[in-house]
């Protein structure tokens, strides 16, 4: 009886990113953020005490207020939210 290979299935580019504690940089609203490897978050990010200010820590300072010149909406707040919460977590750009 033959044995099937198991082949890993490709790494996405924020998992990459963790392997090796570079960060996951993506774009939005004509801005690219960048977010840092999980151990090289901010320490203050632990003491958020809403996802705003955990996202301003988290993409800093510079890149939150070029963010906050562009005059989001709630709705394109969420989306980059998502985008921020993707990188986190390793599921990709």
Known sequence: MAVAKKTAAP????????????????EHAGITFSVPAPLDMPLEILEAESEVEAVRLIVGEET????????????????LADRVNQAQAGSGN
């Open 11 to 26: 790494k996405t580019a924020a998992a990459k990113a963790e392997a090796t504690d570079e960060p996951t940089t993506f």
């Open 64 to 79: 939150w207020a070029a963010y906050r010149a562009t005059r989001p909406t709630i709705r394109d707040f969420q989306a």
